[in-house]
């Protein structure tokens, strides 16, 4: 499978019908989702590893992960509406556990953490929580935050005794999905961070 072949299989899955606005829902792009992908994959933090991913939603990055012969995956989110729709959109793979948690009770170690996780507009430093879990449960990171949380996120990280190994900056577009927006298409600038321990 190559990365244009993985984002087509993404792009086919099933999404969170009502989004949850106190957890910044929103649907991760098939594109972005397979260059998280496709980068973890390359560094060989993807196949054969244990994976979890924080804050799963529809549970496209973790289905990728599994496309991509992951060893095992962890899907983790605190909303129990789409705890069924990760059964449905990953009934095809045996090697995964599925938990209805908040990040903070998941404990089990893991290779590799991907995750989109909200990016603190609703509630500010959303992410930290996220940031704060991988880094006690893992090795390798990768992680979409708003190109704005680089310090931040710089500085969190060199606090925990990690490292920046680069982020790839892109834009990421967000479609209508709650009263309060206005426009149809929204373009967020992002970046998809790649964390490691020291």
Request: charged residues 35%.
């Amino acid at each position: 499978m190559n990365k244009k072949q993985l984002a087509i299989a993404l792009s086919k899955l099933e999404d969170v019908d009502e989004k949850n606005v106190k957890l910044e829902q929103y649907k991760t792009d098939s594109e972005l989702a397979a260059l998280l992908l496709w980068k973890a994959f390359m560094n060989n933090d993807i196949e054969g590893k244990i994976i979890v991913d924080l804050g799963c939603g529809n549970g496209i990055l973790g289905l990728g992960a599994l496309l991509l012969e992951a060893k095992k995956v962890y899907f983790v989110d605190v909303d129990e509406g789409v705890i069924e729709l990760v059964e449905e959109n990953t009934k095809d793979f045996k090697n995964k556990e599925i938990f209805n948690l908040d990040v903070n009770e998941f404990n089990k170690k893991v290779d590799t953490i991907i995750m989109n996780p909200p990016f603190g507009v609703q509630n500010e430093h959303a992410d930290k929580k996220f940031l704060l879990k991988a880094f006690e449960i893992g090795k390798k990171i990768y992680s979409i935050h708003k190109i704005e949380s680089k310090d931040f996120i710089e500085k969190l990280t060199e606090d925990n005794n990690w490292k920046v190994n680069g982020i790839e900056k892109l834009n990421f577009l967000i479609k209508k999905s709650y009263k309060f927006h206005k426009k149809e298409k929204y373009s967020v600038k992002v970046g998809i961070w790649e964390l490691q321990k020291k």
